[in-house]
């Protein structure tokens, strides 16, 4: 069906909408970054796991990042590839499936790594013998430096469980270790990378000639208006230039999915008290924007202006708060200023709901899920899929 891209009006329920122009002109910057930077950028599950949008993304790039068993699963047999997995903490039963579904393993801790890397080898072959492909182990590392200035996304922060910090690696690494992973952003700029670096390296490139790969995690917003590209391409560079064996790693998620669609939505009522004026939506935001509550941040909604925290009192005309359709009490955020009167029926335009918001949706209180569709590059709008009550009822058991 076609659809107007400004306005969505006409379409039948909540929906996100990932638009295959924008995510394509993200894959090609990606794609730039990777080719001039010599450094393989890949694709971060817990950020975006469209599989069905999976074709395009292998135009662009050839490997993705799993955080688990699931995801894994899905490197392999959707994406076509074998994933660069971290997990907190692998399990024995699970240990061998994630195993065959990896091309690089990194542990959090010496101890997983002392539990688990003759298992790991056992089951995928040893990378070192040159018969076959083998995998590749690494382990992760703390520089105890982030500028995250939210403590949820902090993998630094004192006390974390993220990692090893320099004081606890042996002078000498397990043979088996080929490499490093370090995490330390959240839609950070190249700027942050670059004065991170010095903590990396400062702290850890003594054990550089013993590695073969150095893998700086995710973060990385390089697709942001005002990210400053160029920037991240001579770190990059420069690092090759200080450590030229080593294959340097990227894997953000935000950066693929960045301001690549909307989530649709509907008002179903408006409802009124102590003068705050509420538009009940067919959506949640502890539902189907989690990110908004937990981070927190207040989204962009199309055609209106955000208040909160402005000088403007709740008198004002046209001020409503929007609240989602779960029976959580905080379901809402506010305020925004839409300058006119918002009536039932009324199509609300959450921008930039792609990225974190389509993997960390829920089925709280059973309420309809919205569909997700892609709107073709010939303005065609494609559902990929619809949800109903057998979904809300299979997560159940």
Known sequence: MKVNPETFEGLEGPVYILEEKRLRSNLELISRVAREADVEVILAFKAYALWKTFPIFREYIRSTTASSLSEARL??????????????AYTDSEIETIARCSSHLTFNSL???????????????????????????????????????????????????????????PEFLPNDIEGFHCHCHCESGADVLERTLVHIEGKFSKWFPQLKWLNLGGGHLMTR?????????????????????????LEPGSAFGWQTG????????VVEDKGIRTAILDVSFTCHMPDCLEMPYMPDVRGAEIVEGKDMPVSTPYLYRLGGNSCLSGDFMGMWNFGHEVKVGETIVFEDMLHYTTVKTNMFNGITHPSIGLLKSNGELELLRK???????????
């Not at 105890?144 to 990692?163: H, I, K, Q």
């Not at 909307?262 to 009522?269: G, I, M, R």
């Not at 949800?387 to 058991?397: L, Q």
């Open 75 to 88: 490197a392999f047999e959707e994406f076509g590839s074998k994933a660069h997995t971290y997990s907190p």
């Open 387 to 397: 949800y109903g009550y057998e979904d809300y009822k299979c997560r159940m058991n």
């Open 225 to 249: 208006k005002n990210y400053d590209v160029d920037l991240l391409i001579r770190l990059m560079k420069g690092l090759h230039e200080r450590y030229p064996w080593l294959k340097i790693i």
């Open 111 to 169: 101890s997983q790594y002392a539990r688990y890397h003759d298992w790991v080898k056992r089951v995928a072959g040893d990378s070192s013998d040159g018969e076959n492909e083998g995998i590749s182990l690494g382990l992760r590392v703390n520089p105890e430096y982030s500028e995250v200035g939210t403590a949820l996304y902090n993998p630094c922060a004192p006390g974390t469980r993220f990692g090893v910090s320099a004081d606890k690696l």
């Open 262 to 269: 909307p989530l649709v939505a509907h008002v179903v009522d």
